[in-house]
């Protein structure tokens, strides 16, 4: 993608790159966790096609195949690469999947629930494996808009089922 930047211009702590636009509602999801009493640091943002091989590589290594792809994306499939994809975690915190479920955190907890209001969807919800194809990532967001992220919460539904009902196959 072009016009990656660092998310340092929203005010994290980090180089990591995200697209642009996102900056501006990204800034507004920092300062309201924040405000909150909640900080959120970015673990994982933008991810080159070869830096996302030896991610899947890494797991398929440590997990089996199998396993790797319910929890990490074949190169040239994953979100990250898009440069909308983030994954957060509690400031001064460990990556959040070193935990048993970083929504059950102060911070995850309020990311679960707010996020969508700067226009950030959870891409991989609890007990949705079976419409998204990959385990439950409680970090994982994909920026797609205040108005989407707003329908897609008030709907209940997945970003995935939500680009099945406008793209059918």
Same mark, same amino acid.
């Given at each position: 993608?072009?016009?990656?930047?660092?998310?340092?211009?929203?005010?994290?702590?980090?180089?990591?790159?995200?697209?642009?636009?996102?900056?501006?509602?990204?800034?507004?999801?920092?300062?309201?966790?924040?405000?909150?009493?909640?900080?959120?640091?970015?673990?994982?943002?933008?991810?080159?096609?070869?830096?996302?091989?030896?991610?899947?590589?890494?797991?398929?290594?440590?997990? /089996? &195949?199998?396993? +790797?792809?319910?929890?990490?994306? #074949?190169?040239?499939?994953?979100?990250?690469? $898009?440069?909308?994809?983030?994954?957060?975690?509690?400031?001064?915190?460990?990556?959040?999947?070193?935990?048993?479920?970083?929504?059950?955190?102060?911070?995850?907890?309020?990311?679960?629930?707010?996020?969508?209001?700067?226009?950030?969807?959870?891409?991989?919800?609890?007990?949705?494996?079976?419409?998204?194809?990959?385990?439950?990532?409680?970090?994982?967001?994909?920026?797609? /808009? &205040?108005?989407? +992220?707003?329908?897609?919460?008030? #709907?209940?539904?997945?970003?995935?089922?939500? $680009?099945?009902?406008?793209?059918?196959?």
């Amino acid at each position: 993608p072009t016009e990656l930047v660092p998310v340092r211009q929203a005010g994290f702590d980090s180089d990591l790159l995200m697209r642009g636009f996102v900056m501006e509602d990204m800034r507004a999801l920092r300062e309201a966790a924040v405000a909150a009493g909640h900080p959120l640091a970015v673990q994982s943002a933008y991810r080159s096609y070869s830096y996302q091989d030896r991610t899947f590589n890494y797991w398929v290594n440590l997990q /089996g &195949r199998q396993a +790797a792809l319910l929890s990490s994306a #074949r190169p040239g499939h994953s979100e990250h690469q $898009l440069g909308t994809a983030v994954d957060f975690r509690s400031a001064n915190g460990p990556p959040a999947w070193d935990l048993a479920d970083w929504a059950d955190t102060p911070a995850g907890a309020w990311t679960v629930a707010n996020a969508w209001r700067y226009g950030f969807a959870l891409s991989y919800p609890k007990n949705t494996q079976e419409i998204t194809c990959y385990i439950y990532e409680p970090w994982h967001y994909r920026y797609v /808009g &205040r108005e989407l +992220a707003a329908q897609l919460q008030t #709907r209940g539904v997945t970003l995935r089922e939500w $680009l099945w009902e406008v793209q059918p196959y």
